[in-house]
């Protein structure tokens, strides 16, 4: 027990961070043995070791970015001139700056949309974001697509960290 407690509560702090966890991991693995109710949870992020997962604060850093883009490439057309493209880079800051600074709102354009993934991600809530980020038209989900990859990554990680802590208690 008390080397099972060590294992886990180093792979739970490894796993809080964005750094490759392959040791903790590895030595969570050892000290379980196989055959445990772990099993499934350290097969679930095992592909993850290697690299770490961005954190729930890190993504939300680059969400502002994605958000920009995707509300681009929803808005431009790819055969759009000049002016048409640079009025919708000055929409696409705009937004940015109401998301950030006015909230959340309602409505089911690009722009109320991303208020809510915002919103969702500043509770820490990635799942309920990324079922926002699926109502998006598909040229805005394919600009997001390494974020919503690692945001995936970040759930998976999350659920063992939380699967670990209630085994420790």
Same mark, same amino acid.
């Given at each position: 027990?008390?080397?099972?407690?060590?294992a886990?509560g180093e792979?739970?702090?490894?796993?809080r961070?964005?750094?490759p966890?392959?040791t *903790?991991?590895?030595?969570?693995i050892t000290?379980? #043995? *196989? #055959?445990?109710?772990?099993?499934?949870h350290?097969?679930?992020i095992?592909?993850?070791a290697?690299?770490?997962?961005p954190?729930t604060?890190?993504?939300?850093?680059?969400f #502002?970015e994605?958000?920009?883009r995707?509300?681009?490439? &929803?808005?431009?057309?790819?055969d759009a001139?000049?002016t &048409?493209?640079t009025?919708a880079?000055? &929409?696409?800051?705009?937004?940015?700056v109401?998301?950030k600074? /006015?909230? *959340?709102r309602? #409505?089911?354009?690009?722009?109320?949309?991303i &208020?809510?993934i915002q919103a969702r %991600? $500043?509770?820490?809530? /990635?799942g309920k974001?990324?079922?926002e980020?699926e109502?998006?038209?598909e040229?805005a989900?394919?600009?997001a697509? $390494?974020w919503?990859?690692d945001?995936y990554d970040? %759930?998976k990680?999350?659920?063992v960290h939380?699967a /670990? *802590?209630? /085994?420790?208690?």
């Amino acid at each position: 027990l008390p080397a099972f407690l060590l294992a886990a509560g180093e792979l739970r702090r490894a796993l809080r961070e964005s750094r490759p966890f392959e040791t *903790e991991l590895e030595v969570a693995i050892t000290v379980t #043995g *196989e #055959g445990t109710e772990l099993d499934p949870h350290f097969a679930k992020i095992a592909g993850l070791a290697a690299a770490g997962v961005p954190t729930t604060r890190q993504l939300n850093r680059r969400f #502002g970015e994605i958000a920009r883009r995707m509300f681009l490439a &929803s808005q431009v057309a790819p055969d759009a001139n000049l002016t &048409s493209r640079t009025l919708a880079r000055l &929409s696409a800051v705009a937004v940015q700056v109401r998301v950030k600074f /006015l909230g *959340e709102r309602p #409505g089911n354009d690009v722009a109320a949309v991303i &208020s809510r993934i915002q919103a969702r %991600i $500043d509770g820490g809530d /990635l799942g309920k974001a990324i079922v926002e980020l699926e109502t998006l038209p598909e040229v805005a989900q394919l600009t997001a697509a $390494d974020w919503l990859a690692d945001a995936y990554d970040r %759930i998976k990680v999350n659920e063992v960290h939380d699967a /670990l *802590e209630t /085994l420790m208690m």
